[in-house]
């Protein structure tokens, strides 16, 4: 890109991080510093304000860069992963909003610990948060590297480290600094610049077809080299049974992983009733319906204007197709409309980068804090001391992070979500719904259901297509795959349900019926409810 691309983009990013992190400091000076201000922000905040902060951890740069690349690429294979993201928020809003406030404090173990032996269940879900939350920080730290290296066309992969690097060590500033309620206000202004960027990129490519979807559709048809294929189920989940078995699983984890994604469920403890929560939800499925709505007409958008071949060119999984396809709107690469609306939309997507890592890496650093070192040090964690060692934890999670981001920077982030998703819906979805739903659950049963998801998940990734075995793999020079999914949900999610209920039949614990009937009543009425 030209100098003007790079210095437009630079100012843009720059002053988003100032912004942000004045925030930040603000925050920091205002807050008194108890673990409630830190994890949940006091639980100050409106469901309008919770809302917009849900959606801005919920779009992030696997929905803006990912599923628009796919849709680009694959057409309606790519369409599959709107489906299943906005799906997934019907499954939160009548299982789990209402419930998990009423239920928890700060985190997954809260619920699941209410009625169990609050250690090997908490240090079970504390596990499986940090892992899903390092799954899902790579995807981030891969957008953000894709961003860069298209910024300075490509040609330093320094910079495009240093990138990870710096998006790492400015989630780490704001979540030890801000807590909760900056990175709330973070996620509020990124939500709102997301969805103006959106509307103003969807409005453009529907007059460059004068508002005609069919017409847009045929060009990005005729232009994919695969003619009406394009637009039909199969181009990438149709080729053979694996492929379809793949697909299925893909549907599979997107639907249930939602309700089981650590930062997630932790914003509904950031507002002061179960009825807010459950308004939240509701702001927040309409703000996110919108925008995937817009993804699909950016996705084929990109297809028709900008071309696969030179999304591919750009980046082989398709992470660049938005930025391209506004500087093609603009006018082009040499024009200053072109520079402009680039420098713009490579800056929103930054900011939805910074954003999302800001909220997952509090609610992993939570799970730390509030649920391993707790449990481990019960008598004597204190409030204040469980808040350092989160700040701490924030740390060690953005250097993980970090290393995973720059070991899978040419995977799609939309398809690395995607294994994010598998295991949250094989660990935390399991022991959840059975903590809310099943009277005879017991710890055992908990701690197997986490596991049992977990491990499985975990293993037939490293088996997987993913790591090794083929050219797009992490390691593609050797060879130890033989699980042939690319997403283990299909397997891995039955088998946390199967573990869970496997560990509370031959449990000989008896279940604390009266316990369940407290749980429950709390859970439905709000009764006893922090």
């Given at each position: 890109?030209?100098?003007?691309?790079?210095?437009?983009?630079?100012?843009?990013?720059?002053?988003?991080?100032?912004?942000?992190l004045?925030?930040?400091t603000?925050?920091?000076?205002?807050?008194?510093?108890?673990?409630?201000?830190?994890?949940?922000?006091?639980?100050?905040?409106?469901?309008?304000?919770?809302?917009?902060?849900?959606s801005?951890?919920?779009?992030?740069?696997a929905?803006f860069?990912g599923v628009?690349?796919?849709?680009?690429?694959?057409?309606?294979?790519?369409?599959?992963?709107?489906v299943?993201f906005?799906v997934?928020?019907?499954?939160?809003?009548?299982?789990?909003?209402?419930l998990?406030?009423?239920?928890?404090?700060?985190?997954?173990?809260?619920?699941?610990a209410?009625r169990?032996?609050?250690?090997?269940?908490?240090?079970?879900a504390?596990?499986?948060?940090?892992?899903?939350?390092?799954l899902?920080?790579?995807?981030?730290?891969?957008?953000?590297?894709?961003?860069?290296?298209?910024l300075?066309?490509g040609?330093?992969e320094?910079?495009?480290?240093?990138?990870?690097?710096?998006?790492?060590?400015?989630?780490?500033?704001?979540v030890?600094?801000g807590?909760?309620?900056?990175?709330?206000?973070?996620?509020?202004?990124k939500?709102?610049?997301?969805?103006?960027?959106a509307?103003?990129?969807?409005?453009?490519?529907?007059?460059?077809?004068?508002?005609?979807?069919n017409?847009?559709?045929r060009?990005?048809?005729?232009?994919?080299?695969h003619?009406?294929?394009?637009l039909?189920p199969?181009?990438?989940y149709?080729g053979?049974?694996?492929s379809?078995?793949?697909?299925?699983?893909?549907?599979?984890?997107?639907?249930?992983?939602?309700?089981?994604?650590?930062?997630?469920?932790?914003?509904?403890?950031?507002?002061?009733?179960a009825?807010?929560?459950?308004?939240?939800?509701?702001?927040s499925?309409?703000?996110?319906?919108?925008?995937y709505?817009?993804?699909?007409v950016?996705?084929?958008?990109?297809?028709?204007?900008v071309?696969?071949?030179?999304?591919?060119?750009?980046?082989?999984?398709?992470?660049?197709?938005?930025?391209?396809?506004?500087?093609?709107?603009?006018?082009?690469a040499?024009?200053?409309?072109?520079?402009?609306?680039?420098?713009?939309?490579?800056?929103?997507?930054?900011?939805?980068?910074?954003?999302?890592?800001?909220?997952?890496?509090?609610?992993?650093?939570?799970?730390?804090?509030?649920?391993?070192?707790?449990s481990m040090r019960?008598?004597?964690?204190?409030?204040?001391?469980?808040?350092?060692?989160?700040?701490?934890?924030s740390?060690?999670?953005?250097?993980?992070?970090?290393?995973?981001g720059?070991?899978?920077r040419?995977?799609?982030?939309a398809?690395l979500?995607?294994?994010?998703?598998?295991?949250?819906?094989?660990a935390?979805?399991?022991?959840?719904?059975?903590?809310?739903?099943?009277?005879?659950?017991?710890?055992?049963?908990?701690?197997?259901?986490?596991?049992?998801?977990?491990?499985?998940?975990?293993?037939?990734?490293?088996?997987?297509?993913?790591?090794?075995?083929s050219?797009?793999?992490?390691?593609?020079?050797?060879?130890?795959?033989?699980?042939?999914?690319?997403?283990?949900?299909?397997?891995s999610?039955p088998?946390?349900?199967?573990?869970?209920?496997?560990?509370?039949?031959?449990?000989?614990?008896?279940?604390?019926?009266?316990?369940h009937?407290?749980?429950?009543?709390?859970?439905?009425?709000?009764?006893?409810?922090?």
């Amino acid at each position: 890109m030209s100098g003007n691309h790079q210095t437009l983009a630079l100012l843009l990013f720059s002053a988003f991080v100032a912004v942000t992190l004045a925030i930040t400091t603000w925050v920091s000076r205002n807050r008194h510093g108890s673990a409630e201000e830190f994890y949940v922000g006091g639980r100050l905040f409106s469901p309008m304000e919770n809302g917009f902060a849900i959606s801005g951890d919920y779009m992030s740069a696997a929905s803006f860069l990912g599923v628009t690349g796919l849709i680009s690429l694959y057409g309606y294979d790519g369409l599959l992963y709107v489906v299943g993201f906005l799906v997934a928020w019907l499954v939160v809003l009548f299982l789990v909003a209402e419930l998990v406030r009423n239920c928890g404090r700060f985190t997954l173990a809260d619920v699941v610990a209410a009625r169990m032996d609050e250690r090997p269940v908490r240090i079970a879900a504390g596990t499986s948060s940090v892992m899903v939350s390092v799954l899902y920080l790579v995807a981030q730290m891969v957008g953000a590297g894709s961003l860069v290296s298209l910024l300075l066309g490509g040609t330093s992969e320094a910079a495009r480290n240093w990138t990870v690097i710096g998006v790492g060590a400015l989630m780490v500033i704001y979540v030890s600094m801000g807590g909760m309620r900056a990175t709330t206000w973070i996620q509020i202004v990124k939500a709102v610049l997301l969805l103006s960027g959106a509307v103003v990129l969807t409005v453009m490519v529907l007059m460059r077809f004068h508002g005609d979807v069919n017409e847009l559709l045929r060009s990005a048809a005729g232009r994919s080299g695969h003619g009406k294929a394009f637009l039909a189920p199969g181009l990438r989940y149709g080729g053979d049974w694996t492929s379809r078995f793949d697909f299925m699983s893909l549907g599979l984890a997107l639907v249930l992983g939602t309700a089981g994604l650590p930062h997630i469920l932790s914003r509904f403890y950031t507002v002061p009733t179960a009825r807010a929560a459950r308004r939240s939800v509701v702001w927040s499925i309409g703000l996110i319906g919108g925008f995937y709505l817009m993804t699909i007409v950016l996705g084929f958008g990109a297809a028709a204007i900008v071309g696969p071949e030179a999304v591919r060119g750009s980046n082989a999984a398709g992470n660049t197709a938005v930025p391209l396809l506004a500087l093609d709107l603009g006018g082009g690469a040499n024009s200053t409309g072109g520079t402009v609306l680039f420098a713009i939309v490579a800056a929103i997507a930054f900011a939805t980068i910074l954003a999302v890592v800001a909220g997952i890496t509090l609610a992993s650093s939570a799970a730390v804090a509030h649920d391993l070192y707790a449990s481990m040090r019960r008598r004597h964690a204190k409030p204040h001391s469980e808040v350092a060692v989160a700040r701490t934890a924030s740390v060690g999670i953005g250097v993980i992070a970090i290393a995973l981001g720059l070991l899978a920077r040419d995977l799609n982030v939309a398809f690395l979500v995607g294994l994010a998703f598998a295991v949250a819906a094989s660990a935390n979805l399991p022991v959840l719904l059975y903590s809310l739903f099943w009277r005879s659950f017991t710890t055992r049963g908990a701690v197997w259901a986490v596991y049992g998801g977990l491990g499985p998940a975990l293993l037939l990734v490293l088996l997987s297509p993913v790591v090794s075995g083929s050219p797009e793999s992490l390691f593609p020079g050797v060879d130890f795959q033989f699980f042939p999914l690319q997403n283990p949900g299909l397997v891995s999610i039955p088998l946390g349900f199967l573990a869970g209920w496997l560990g509370t039949v031959t449990s000989a614990e008896p279940p604390d019926e009266a316990k369940h009937a407290e749980i429950e009543v709390r859970a439905l009425t709000g009764a006893g409810a922090v």
